[in-house]
């Protein structure tokens, strides 16, 4: 990946911010932090936050919900010119349900060394062998995002 | 994978035409036929057929509906002692839900060329560094299923 220029980092980060806002959203109720957006143009289309805990729904992570909302907008499941930001990087079913939308774009903040499909187990957003391939850019806001992970679960433990 | 016993070979064929029947849902409305039960013990707990074009939903795939639906009935995230029977090798989104949702063994009747991730162009069902694995079955009755799908694209080819 090339290097940013700083206007587009500027505005990653913007969007990065936002998706954080989802993520506590979910920190709030107990949910593991986790939040993502669907930007179209100047708008948020789609917004999301892990809710598996409180659905009893696996698959119920932040990109899943943000994504069906972003397609009930534009009344579409091809979610053309759209950009996904995402606080963590996404698991193989998000993944692939980016690659099932045909999301051109994907931002996320901070890796996930256990099941990261997006550039660190795999990268199923730019496999060749798809009907579909993504750009990835990571690292935005990565510090924040990780923390709220890390802050999370060593609250967990404290607890338990 | 070992050779089926006669009576296991016979109650999973009983499970795929339940599948099938849940294909033929989808094509009885436009739909590409592909159609998904989960079996818990002797009850089918989830059913799903694909309904991307009629919801404009790119995750409305036979194997989320059925695999949330079963969660609901079990209500639970965690899909223990079940098996999900699909007509059509599960796509990267849906291997994803299944790891996920910790779906211990995977039925499916015809493999898919262009997206088949449960042992065509990878196995994500079967990944040794994600945190769950199941088991695959594949080929139960193979030739109906696959049958249902070139039909379908043979009349689309010849409507359009």
Known sequence: MQPLEPQDMKQHEH???IAMEEAKKAEAI???PIGAIVV???????RGYNLRETTLDS?????????????????????LDCTLYVTLEP???CAG????????RVVYGTTDPKAGCAGTLMNLLQE????HRADVI????RDECAAMLTQFFRRLRKKE
Chains 1, 2 share one sequence.
């Open 128 to 131: 060749s062998r798809f009907n």
């Open 40 to 46: 179209h143009g100047d708008d948020v289309i789609g």
């Open 91 to 93: 698991c193989p079913m």
């Open 59 to 79: 698959t119920a992570h932040a990109e899943m919900i943000a994504i069906r909302q972003a397609s009930e907008a534009l009344q579409a499941w091809r979610l």
């Open 30 to 32: 107990g949910e593991v």
């Open 97 to 104: 349900a980016i690659v099932q939308s045909r999301v051109p």
């Open 138 to 141: 990571d690292g935005i806001l």
């Open 15 to 17: 969007w990065m911010r």
